[in-house]
């Protein structure tokens, strides 16, 4: 007999001699945990309910269970609040509210111990050519963490899903077996604990810390480049991981490769994995994403708006949510949505291309890109971390604003407009040639136009 | 069981320990109160089975023994005797009450059926003065809402840290966080707790108003909130309750570090003119907060299809840049209500982040509020 049986004898019996009412209230949540040779121990779900039990209720409880069994001789009670129960059905409750406009502490919904967010699954997660690679690579991890691929590194720009993805993995893991331990950790708040440990001389706690995680996950790595301390210290932490095949999953808005001030031991290593990218849906995959966006939300809007939507917002799957909720939240206000208030609502999310590439925006994307201020480009110097920069700087112009090459070369300091086509050329040829470049032209265009 | 008690003691008593009875059909004997004898006190007790009340007072005791009658009969009862002497005594489970012209008999249940309040070993406590915890709680307790999802932000959260005691409280959308110094003995590390909505509320009722250090007893699964007689060295009343299970949110990381805009207001006048805004401020209670750039003055303004429009100005201190934020009316209103200086400082952070009130001179009190999304 299992102890549950066991239990259900108990109170079977237990009816007979006390009042339905007294039944009710003591009994409920009650069993017995364990069993050891004489001992029985019983969880019982508060306070008032072990006083009363161990007080009013103990020889007759023992008294059965030595009627039923007659090894056990003595018992114990224990509190033990029933929690599990509860916190399953909430999940559900959550998930039926619709959204508000009404702000939240974001920091809520988030599980304490592993960081994540249980709102990132696979299951929300859309799936279209852009990212397939990505989410195939990160099903693997999931089932499989720290050995198909390790580490697993997601790059792409910002507000394409790279998160969820990692998140997704995260809490697909964390679900499934409780033995593992997950973290979710993003680069800026991994580079300040390092930067604290530091200071209060408590390094060695803190990669101690880090020590007993099975899947690491840091969000935005390239935070990282040019921290040099922080890099050796992370250098260190992910060494002990991989060589104890714990899973490290990383994401980035670049390649490896293309993170500038990177310790070259580092790039290596996160080069020795699966790289995957992520880039813009397609226009067929962001109606899916509005679609799947409006279930969850529990609303329903009219096809054309959503195709209306997805044919303009091109930016990224942040925006693209960003233009939903605007409109879910002035349809609570004045109820019906059609085109016309669409557009007019939605005019700050339309994308313009001539409105989003600017002289300015190219200018401090560049820079940005490549770790620079925006004045040193301008620099009337021969150095070769400025001059490439310079040129892709001017390349873009030409192609993607049109700019005349004499009015490329007086923007940049009176040049002469030969030195403008040079560059034009120059960054032409080496397009075709060297992946590299493509790759890093790429990912600027794709940040000026996401910006 | 047979005492004499002063009639307005008797009626202190029955008012606390009657508090959290109420009609509970599953069990009714958690509608009584019990009534025990202790040493040279009578002792009143109640439970609902989350929390437990006891309360003592000092009588003659001629015969022990204890009584369990309905909590509500007795307290009406007694509160219509005239002040005088009152005897009790308790025959056959029913208790007979004389005062002068009265003698009244009430049909009672059998002790022994009364719920046992569990009690503690945990000697060791840590005290705060009564009056600035009643004041504290009160400042917090509401912001905390009923939440079954999230059980662990249903309720107050208590933590100890040297010789200071943190409360907060939160309903997701907002968060107040008091700190009270506390008197005698410093925490031994940091020892932290959430205590439930009601009994936080019932201890504000209970013992506001009264002077002396309350005593903060604790185990893993409870708490006693005990303030002493002022004659003697003997508790004059104890609130016991369950702790909410669960670990609180991290929720220093919500209080937000920078901000965009920092606005130094008169509380009245701010307060006046957001519940006017209210008044114009449709379904969602939105109350738009403007700044415009080089101003001094702050606009505040609210729209409604049906009713109308409402704006107006204040005059403020303004640090930093121009601001265009919405909130729920109600949550500024809260949140002011619990600032008693006469100035507030009002920080709002980036787009769409949480925003701070707070009194100016009293760096004890902070309210944190999330806008309404950005239209």
Known sequence: ?451 | MKIEVLKENLKNGLCVVERIVGKNLSLPILDNVLINTEDNFLSLSSTDLEAAIKFWILVKIIKKGKAVVPAKLLSNFVSLLPNEKVILEEKNQSLTIECKNFKNQIQGFNPEEFPIIPEFNNLEYLEVDNEKLCYGLSQIVDIASPSQSRPEISGIYFIFSKNIVKIAATDSFRLAEKSITMEGVSAKGDVSFILPQKPAREIINILSGKEGRVKIYFSPSQTIFELPMKEIQHPAVQITSRLIEGEYPNYEEIIPKKFKTKLTLRRDEFLNQIKAAALFSGKINEVKISVSAGAKEVEISSKDYDVGESHSNISAKIEGEAIETSFNYKFLVDGLLNIKSSEVIFELSKEDGACILKPVGDASYIYVVMPIKAT
């Open chain 1, 1 to 451: 007999m299992n102890n549950s049986e066991l239990w259900q004898s108990v109170l079977a019996q237990m009816q007979f001699h006390i009042s339905k009412a007294n039944f009710a209230t003591w009994f409920k949540n009650t069993e017995i945990i364990s069993k050891k040779e004489e001992k029985i121990i019983i969880s019982v779900p508060n306070a008032f309910s072990k006083e009363w039990l161990s007080n009013k209720y103990n020889k007759l409880i023992l008294k059965i269970l030595h009627d039923t069994d007659e090894s056990i001789k003595d018992l114990d009670f224990i509190i033990e609040p029933q929690l599990k129960g509860l916190l399953i059905k909430s999940n559900n409750i959550e998930n039926e509210k619709t959204e508000d406009a009404q702000l939240k502490f974001d920091e809520f919904k988030i599980n304490k111990e592993t960081n994540l967010n249980p709102r990132y699954t696979f299951d929300n997660f859309v799936v279209g050519s852009f990212n397939e690679l990505a989410h195939a690579a990160a099903l693997a991890v999931a089932d499989n963490p720290g050995l198909t691929y390790n580490p697993l590194f997601i790059y792409g720009g910002t507000g394409l899903g790279k998160t969820h993805l990692m998140q997704a993995v995260g809490n697909k893991i964390s679900d499934r077996l409780k033995k593992e331990k997950v973290k979710y950790i993003s680069s800026e708040k991994f580079v300040s604990a390092i930067v604290s440990a530091i200071r209060t001389n408590s390094m060695e706690s803190f990669k101690a810390s880090l020590a007993p995680i099975d899947v690491l996950i840091l969000d935005d790595i390239q935070f990282i480049a040019g921290k040099n301390k922080s890099q050796e210290e992370f250098f260190h932490v992910f060494n002990s991981l991989y060589e104890k095949n714990k899973q490290i999953i990383l994401s980035s808005d670049r390649p490896p490769n293309a993170i500038p001030e990177l310790e070259e031991r580092l790039r290596s290593r996160f080069e020795g994995g699966m790289i995957a990218d992520v880039s813009l849906p397609d226009y067929e995959t962001r109606l899916v994403i509005l679609k799947t966006k409006t279930k969850e939300k529990g609303v329903d809007l009219p096809e054309e708006i959503l195709e209306y939507i997805a044919t303009n917002v091109k930016k990224n799957i942040r925006e693209l949510e960003g233009a939903l909720n605007k409109l879910l939240v002035s349809s609570k206000l004045n109820q019906t949505i059609d085109l016309e208030t669409t557009k007019k609502l939605l005019k700050g999310f339309i994308f313009s291309p001539f409105d989003v590439a600017n002289y300015k925006k190219i200018i401090e994307t560049v820079a940005k890109f490549y770790n620079l201020d925006e004045k040193s480009l301008f620099d009337a110097t021969r150095k070769k971390e400025i001059v490439r920069p310079r040129q892709i700087a001017m390349f873009l112009l030409r192609k993607e604003l049109k700019y005349s090459f004499p009015a490329i070369a007086r923007k940049f300091g009176g040049k002469d407009h030969t030195t403008a086509i040079y560059a034009y050329k120059k960054i032409l040829q080496e397009n075709e040639e060297n992946n590299r470049l493509t790759e890093e032209l790429n990912l600027i265009k794709q940040r000026i136009y996401s910006g």
